[in-house]
């Protein structure tokens, strides 16, 4: 089933003189992981920001089974996003304050569950105060994979039914690239996914892929299509 589809979307910055996307079409089912590829500020995050609705299309338009973004409640169709970036916020508080920031009236038991997922939970009951340990500012200073990892036992608490995500380029350590890549399969499991592609498993193991260059979609195959035609990615 047809989950979202992109229709000539364009987009503009600066007041209309930064034409970003020129003519985005695409069509994403249910279930499906999506890879988008393509060239630093060829305009994927622009693409992808136009889900949730960080920004609204210049022309076009975006639809979520069937209907506007911009007749959902905004609300509403932020709760069904879930959103993993390589900007991860934490406020200062405890591990515990920024889980339940996910999903207010979580049980501790399914905290636990979705930090195992995100293979943080045994990081987290090694420190001395646990779920309790202060974070930030006040407290323990967390790895950029650390951060990331309960990031993503946040999404997993929050359960949406599409996934964006932003995959890191920074390097990791290869034990944290290793975690956090593991958790982040856990969490795409059985999720409609659109990932920003930075990784080659990544690429091979998604339904479809796009390339995007210049504001447009030059290329919608698998990775054996693209492999096949000599096109490289
Ligand atoms: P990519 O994700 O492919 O690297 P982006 O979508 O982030 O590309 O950016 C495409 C272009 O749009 C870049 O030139 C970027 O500077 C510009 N851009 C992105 N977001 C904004 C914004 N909020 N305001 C102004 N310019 C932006």
């Excluded at 409609?192 to 260059?213: E, K, P, Q």
């Amino acid at each position: 089933m047809k989950l979202f589809e992109m229709n000539h979307v364009q987009k503009s910055f600066n007041n209309g003189t930064l034409h970003v996307l020129k003519d985005i079409s695409l069509c994403v089912n249910e279930g499906e992981v999506v890879s988008i590829i393509g060239p630093s500020g060829s305009g994927k995050s622009t693409v992808v920001n136009l889900i949730p609705r960080l920004y609204d299309v210049l022309g076009g338009k975006v639809t979520v089974a069937g209907v506007d973004v911009r007749d959902f409640d905004l609300k509403y169709l932020r709760q069904c996003i879930g959103v993993v970036t390589q900007e991860t916020y934490l406020f200062n508080g405890t591990i515990l304050d920024n889980l339940r920031y996910a999903k207010e009236n979580a049980t501790l038991e399914e905290i636990e569950a979705a930090c195992r997922i995100a293979n943080i939970h045994d990081f987290i009951v090694s420190q001395p105060d646990g779920y309790n340990t202060e974070v930030g500012n006040r407290g323990l200073k967390l790895s950029g994979g650390e951060k990331q990892r309960i990031s993503i036992a946040r999404v997993v608490l929050k359960n949406p039914k599409v996934l964006i995500l932003d995959e890191a380029t920074s390097a990791l350590d290869s034990i944290s690239e290793n975690a956090i890549q593991d958790a982040l399969e856990n969490l795409m499991d059985g999720r409609t996914s659109i990932v920003i592609a930075h990784r080659l498993s990544t690429v091979r193991n998604a339904d479809i892929i796009l390339v995007v260059s210049d504001g447009k979609i030059v290329y919608v195959g698998t990775a054996a299509y693209l492999t096949d035609h000599s096109i490289p990615y």
